[in-house]
């Protein structure tokens, strides 16, 4: 069952997530957000903190790493200070990023 | 205060059904609970424990509907009801409460203490009326209502004012 999971722009979240749902964060979180499914941060969002899901995409700001099972991807307007680990990864033309990326 | 309102924002926030979320959360939208929430919640705006959904937390609101489980205080500014599949557990603190039958409920109640006193102290009365459970816990209201009001409140056909307890 998919279900979805949304932190709205002027919320913000302090600690940890473990889902199995697809999140979208257009708000603010620090910490650890761990899904078995995609995770979108939207062009507002802003996370401080290690991802660990399917799919990682970011249209907005990440500091922390990722580590995803399928694909991250960083979309012409997104941020990210961190490491990567993924076996399919997309930087796009224009977006920012420092730090490593494993594609092992 | 008969119906929820919600989603009036631009990006409702919703916590899956799926999703455990350990730690703070707090902003200025509407917040629909359908996973698990452990810690502490600080909303401007209504907070909806969907059925299902389980809050382990203290809340505290302008508004908090709850159809699934709570277990901690929970303070709203505005409104707080509990729906008829709702359980709570802690203590509440509301200017104007809720509890709809069938509903659970364990803890202390703080109801109708804020500036709004004429509008809460009448529901409170017809509510001690049907449950002789939640009188004893109503011994820190103030100032009797006046008689007519009650009575006028009370003669208003309602379904709000019976909450079911178990022993």
């Known amino acids: ?104 | 205060m008969t119906n929820t309102k919600k989603r009036n924002t631009l990006t409702p926030t919703e916590i899956g059904a799926e999703t455990k979320v350990q730690g703070r959360i707090f902003g200025e939208e509407d917040l629909s609970i359908l996973g698990h929430v452990l810690g502490n919640i600080t909303i401007l705006g209504t907070v909806d424990v969907a059925d299902g959904g389980i809050v382990e937390a203290d809340v505290e609101a302008t508004k908090v509907v709850v159809s699934g489980v709570v277990v901690g205080n929970v303070t709203a500014t505005e409104a707080l009801i509990i729906e008829s599949t709702g359980r709570v557990v802690g203590e509440l603190s509301a200017p104007t409460l809720r509890i709809v039958q069938g509903a659970q409920y364990s803890g202390r109640l703080d109801v109708g203490r804020m500036e709004t006193k004429a509008t809460a102290e009448p529901k409170t009365d017809t509510k001690t009326e049907t449950t002789h459970e939640e009188q004893t816990k109503s011994e820190d209201l103030p100032a009797p209502v006046p008689l007519a009001e009650a009575r006028r409140d009370r003669d208003r056909p309602t379904k709000r004012v019976l909450v079911k307890k178990r022993a």
């Open chain 1, 1 to 104: 069952m998919a279900t979805k999971t949304t932190i709205g722009t002027s919320i913000t979240i302090d600690g940890t997530i473990t889902s199995k749902d697809d999140i979208v964060v257009h708000g603010k979180m620090q910490g650890k957000l761990t899904t078995s499914r995609d995770v979108k941060i939207a062009k507002e969002g802003t996370l401080e903190a290690d991802v660990d899901a399917k799919t990682v995409q970011i249209v907005g700001a990440l500091r922390g790493g990722i580590q995803a099972s399928g694909k991250a991807v960083i979309e012409p307007d997104g941020k990210m200070i961190g490491d990567i680990k993924a076996p399919r990864i997309l930087i796009a033309d224009g977006a920012r990023f420092t730090g490593h990326i494993d594609m092992g």
